[in-house]
């Protein structure tokens, strides 16, 4: 069984994900952190991205593996630790504009939907339910209010770089959040879209219990409406 979950950028994805994935007992998978590692790669090896060739081998030698220690999750690149790396502005940037090339969605969306075999599994980022996984169980589509996104984002890179984001300011992380969004939005390859038939949760006033619990209630809907067309 797979769920999806996609949405804009600092809708609760990773966080829900996880609690869901715990509440069910399923694998999750953090697809951006795949699209920020490419990034973090083409930015240390000072790759020009629109450079096919120079791409391509960067794609070719892209071994991503998550590993688990003492509970909590590790993204690991050709052996070395991006789990910190990879959440910096200029990465998170960068992967914007790296995702967009059709080159690097095509190697991604293969190495996901072999992750994906034979598990149960909660697959998070922007064109799961729509591209990657079109057949998921269920398809969920987070939103939030602009000034909570913001403020959410804001608050988590001020806890896990204060040096960095001393001068950063709440109006700041709205320009990159909206400038982000827009940008995966409006690409011309796999665009973030609601799936037609995903569930679509405002997260903006709600706790991550209570975004869990009413995903958990559009799983029995689905089910439902699965079982009906069967019969
Ligand atoms: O979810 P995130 O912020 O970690 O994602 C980083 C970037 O990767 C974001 O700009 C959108 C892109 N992305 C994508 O295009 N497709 C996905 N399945 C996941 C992320």
Redesign the pocket.
């Known amino acids: 069984m797979i769920i999806t979950i996609?949405g804009p950028?600092?809708t609760g994805?990773?966080t829900i994900a996880k609690k869901l994935a715990q509440a069910v007992g399923y694998i999750y998978y953090?697809?951006?952190?795949?699209?920020?590692a490419v990034?973090y790669a083409a930015l240390q090896k000072k790759i020009d991205v629109n450079d096919p060739k120079a791409l391509d081998e960067l794609l070719k030698d892209f071994d991503f593996r998550i590993k688990f220690n003492r509970g909590e999750r590790g993204y690991y690149l050709n052996g070395q630790d991006i789990t910190d790396a990879?959440?910096k502005e200029e990465v998170?940037?960068f992967?914007?504009k790296?995702?967009?090339i059709p080159q690097v969605?095509e190697k991604?969306?293969s190495l996901?939907r072999q992750l994906a075999q034979g598990l149960n599994a909660v697959?998070?980022?922007?064109?799961?339910g729509t591209v990657?996984f079109p057949n998921a169980n269920l398809k969920i589509f987070l939103t939030g209010r602009d000034d909570i996104r913001a403020k959410r984002r804001f608050d988590e890179l001020r806890g896990k770089y204060p040096e960095e984001t001393k001068d950063l300011t709440q109006e700041q992380v709205l320009k990159d959040l909206h400038e982000?969004d827009e940008?995966?939005m409006n690409?011309q390859y796999?665009p973030?879209k609601k799936a037609e038939d995903a569930f679509e949760i405002d997260t903006s006033d709600l706790t991550i219990d209570e975004i869990v619990f009413k995903i958990l209630e559009c799983r029995d809907l689905a089910a439902q409406a699965a079982k009906k067309k069967k019969q």
């Open positions: 996609d950028v600092a994805k990773s953090d697809t951006g952190a795949m699209y920020r990034a990879i959440r998170s940037n992967a914007s790296v995702s967009a969605r991604l969306v996901q697959f998070e980022g922007r064109d799961m990657v982000r940008y995966d690409r796999s973030l």
